[in-house]
């Protein structure tokens, strides 16, 4: 399984990127966006399950969209009215073993329920 994410960059604040993440080698049911500042713990922006939908993070809810290209397995955060407290880099993970159903569990935004990752994309955002 490999995950490359791309789409990264540095942008004003209120400006609008968005990310990908190519998978290949499997087509997962759940994934999710993961970010890491300097200094801090990782945390979940968004999560996206086959049956049971999509779920983000207070800090981004209204501004990104998770979503997905089946067809094309590429997994998407479409990100705006970007912040300066949005910079770190930017993780997409997939859990297997789900059976779609993962964006209502309570663990859906926390890391170590992730068994596969990509290698980051950086998301910088000045003021």
């Known amino acids: 399984v490999q995950l490359m994410e791309s789409g990264g960059g540095s942008v004003q604040a209120g400006g609008s990127l968005r990310l990908s993440c190519a998978a290949s080698?499997?087509?997962?049911?759940?994934m999710a966006w993961f970010r890491q500042a300097p200094g801090k713990e990782r945390e979940g922006v968004a999560v996206?399950?086959?049956?049971?939908?999509?779920r983000y993070a207070d800090t981004v809810k209204g501004r990104f969209t998770i979503s997905r290209d089946n067809a094309k397995n590429t997994l998407y955060l479409q990100m705006n009215s970007l912040k300066p407290e949005d910079t770190a880099m930017y993780y997409c993970?997939?859990?297997?073993?789900?059976?779609?159903?993962?964006?209502?569990?309570?663990?859906?935004?926390?890391?170590?329920?992730?068994?596969?990752w990509g290698q980051g994309t950086q998301v910088t955002v000045s003021s």
């Open positions: 996206i399950a086959r049956i049971d939908g999509t």
């Open positions: 080698g499997y087509s997962y049911s759940c």
């Open positions: 993970a997939a859990r297997p073993r789900t059976g779609g159903r993962c964006a209502t569990s309570s663990d859906a935004l926390q890391s170590d329920a992730y068994n596969y």
